[in-house]
């Protein structure tokens, strides 16, 4: 079995900053792509960014300047560094990564989710 854990979330004021972490462990042979999603609160899950096996990044347009994803591969861990944080980007993110268990499988695995609340 395959697990993503988050952590790293809270309560953070406008213009603060807060790091996410996400471990994957169990019978893994390669993680793929690495992302963060979010989902703000009545809203739908949105990808917020994402990395590469080979480092590659992308962003939301909302995010993008702010937001730092950076990945662990010796861990199998991604983070988060979040700057700059503003109200609208109160939501709970979600790690999620596609990862080889063996020869035949392959699928998208998701951890639980971290709430990250920005307010004064």
């Known amino acids: 079995q395959v697990q993503l854990v988050e952590s790293g979330g809270g309560w953070v004021q406008p213009g603060g900053a807060l790091r996410l972490s996400c471990a994957a462990s169990?019978?893994?042979?390669?993680?793929?792509?690495m992302a963060w999603d979010r989902q703000p609160p009545g809203n739908q899950r949105e990808l917020a960014a994402v990395i590469a096996s080979s480092g590659n990044t992308n962003y939301a347009d909302s995010v993008k300047g702010r937001f730092t994803i950076s990945r662990d591969n010796a861990k199998n861990t991604t983070y988060l560094q979040m700057n700059s944080l503003k109200t609208e980007d109160t939501a709970v993110y979600y790690c999620n990564a596609p990862i080889r268990t063996n020869r035949l499988n392959i699928r998208n695995y998701w951890g639980q989710g971290t709430q990250v609340t920005v307010s004064s």
């Open positions: 169990g019978s893994i042979c390669t993680i793929y792509n």
